[in-house]
């Protein structure tokens, strides 16, 4: 089995912009069982997940719900979602 390499950092794609980010740098969201959307800061929780990045841009209500309908198959609230991204960010 190959070794690790010590400066190995993982990427993701944003759900918005579809840009590459190391995934520790971006935000996590999970769609759980009963199909709510929820920030995940551990980045360990059990359900299907979507990154999101840190540029402003992604973070207006309509790209980030669209962004989240399109990558976790979910309708959203545009408003409650960015209300708990930026809590999560701060």
Known sequence: MPKRHPDHQPLR???VCRSVHPKREM???VRRADGSVSVDPSGKAAGRG???????A???P???ADGVR???DVAVE???LIAEVTHASA
């Open 50 to 56: 979507t990154y999101l990045c840190d540029d402003p």
């Open 70 to 72: 399109r990558t976790l």
């Open 27 to 29: 935000t996590r969201l």
């Open 78 to 80: 545009p408003d409650a």
């Open 58 to 60: 992604c973070h207006e």
């Open 13 to 15: 794609s944003c759900a």
């Open 62 to 64: 309509a790209r980030l």
